[in-house]
């Protein structure tokens, strides 16, 4: 039982790697075919995503009156300049507490499975409860309670959601908005869409690299250059405390290590990089990558040192920079 969906699993990553070969040739093919376009998020039945609630949830997410201490807001640590994350190797949470992993970045967490490095959040509204009552150090009735005091929030959850704040619509809110967290178009869309002077004829040799040579794709799986699956890379190795990762959630040994692939999309204004935000530049996590990782036993065995050149390295390198996201953003006005 477990042989065949594994094969298939295979079959498909090998197939994606052909046609992708194919589409740099035609990078300009119909839009319908192109190969890093973005499909639709999938919202859950009992929250679907609505524009109202986006916009609340926009609200939300920059209102430090959510948080125990009335000073932090989710954006502190997720920043849109820094790709939805925060710049620092480890953050701290509202009330002070330090993290032991790095900060991710939002977005194209929509199209995700689990959430958290390790998958221990099954959808993303647990996830988001989760973050409300831990980073943010938040009793979700009494923050509620301070929410539903405010007229303009007041009348605006009436409108969304029928009814006046609680716990399970700021958090439907909050979920619906991160849903909506689609990397927008990036010089490398544009390429792909037909205008050939969106990117260098560095990143489209670097995109070559990534696809062939490289092996990146074979986790960083277009549209989103993610599979959303847990692999041991090698950062644990050799630390005195080794975090167990995705290991100490499903219980599998051989998941000991593991932690979910990173969206590359927007990767590089999101630095420093790696669940223990280990590499500061983009080029030393790529450099890192294509030299196969670090040396753990329990590694991936689809993760092999690819033998780039420096050159390749930089091409890569600029390939994943035209992966940044131009949408525009503006916060809105707190009520
Ligand atoms: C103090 C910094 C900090 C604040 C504030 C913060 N986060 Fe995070 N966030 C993190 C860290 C660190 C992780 C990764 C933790 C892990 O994987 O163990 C994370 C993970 C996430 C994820 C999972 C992403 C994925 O790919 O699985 C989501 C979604 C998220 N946060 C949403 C929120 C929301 C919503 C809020 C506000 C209620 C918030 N965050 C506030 C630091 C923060
Ligand atoms: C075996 C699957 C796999 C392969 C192959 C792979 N990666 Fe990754 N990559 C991951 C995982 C898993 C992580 C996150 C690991 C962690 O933090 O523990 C990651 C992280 C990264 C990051 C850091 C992203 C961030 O936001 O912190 C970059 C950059 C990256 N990979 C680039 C590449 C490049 C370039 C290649 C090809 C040379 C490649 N990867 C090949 C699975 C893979």
Redesign the pocket.
């Known amino acids: 039982m477990n042989r065949v969906p594994r094969m298939v699993l295979f079959g498909a990553a090998a197939a994606m790697l052909l046609a992708s070969c194919a589409a740099v040739d035609d990078a300009a093919r119909s839009d319908g075919a192109r190969l890093s376009k973005l499909p639709p998020v999938v919202s859950p039945a009992d929250n679907p995503t609505t524009p109202d609630k986006v916009a609340l949830g926009a609200k939300l ?1 920059i209102d430090p009156r ?2 125990g201490s009335g000073k ?7 920043v849109r300049d820094k790709g939805w994350t ?1 710049g620092l190797v ?5 009330n002070g507490d330090a ?8 977005y194209n ?1 929509g199209y ?1 499975t ?8 099954p959808t ?1 509204e647990a ?2 409860l989760a ?2 009552r831990v ?2 150090s ?1 009793d979700p009735a009494k923050a509620v309670a301070t929410i539903a005091a405010v007229p303009g929030y007041a009348s605006e959850f009436q409108k969304v959601f029928g009814g006046p704040p609680s716990p399970d619509t700021v958090v439907k809110a ?1 979920a619906a908005y ?1 849903r909506a967290k689609v990397s927008g178009p990036s010089p490398w869309d544009r390429y792909e869409m037909g205008d050939k002077t969106a990117v260098s004829a560095d990143a489209q040799a670097g995109f070559q690299v990534f696809m062939g040579k490289g092996r990146c794709a074979v986790c960083h799986t277009p549209p989103v250059y993610s599979d959303f699956n847990f692999h041991n890379i090698g950062l644990e190795a050799g630390k005195a405390k080794p975090d167990p990762g995705r290991g100490a959630i499903s219980k599998k040994p051989e998941e000991d290590r593991s932690f ?1 692939t ?1 969206t590359l999309r927007s990767v590089a204004i999101s630095g420093p990089y790696f ?1 223990d935000g280990s590499r500061r530049t983009l080029e030393d996590a790529v450099r890192y990558m294509a030299g196969g990782g670090g040396n753990d036993p329990g590694k991936s065995a689809m993760l092999v040192d690819a033998k780039l050149t420096d050159a390749e390295i930089r091409q890569v390198v600029a390939f994943l920079t035209a992966l940044t996201s131009t949408e525009p953003y503006r916060a809105p006005t707190l009520p």
Request: hydrophobic share 40%.
């Open positions: 997410w959510l948080s932090t807001a989710c954006t502190a640590c997720h925060d480890l953050s701290q949470r509202d993290n032991t992993r790095h900060t991710p970045t939002m967490v995700s689990l959430f958290y490095w390790d998958g221990r959040a993303l996830q988001v973050a409300w980073q943010i938040a909050l991160l979910k990173p669940h």
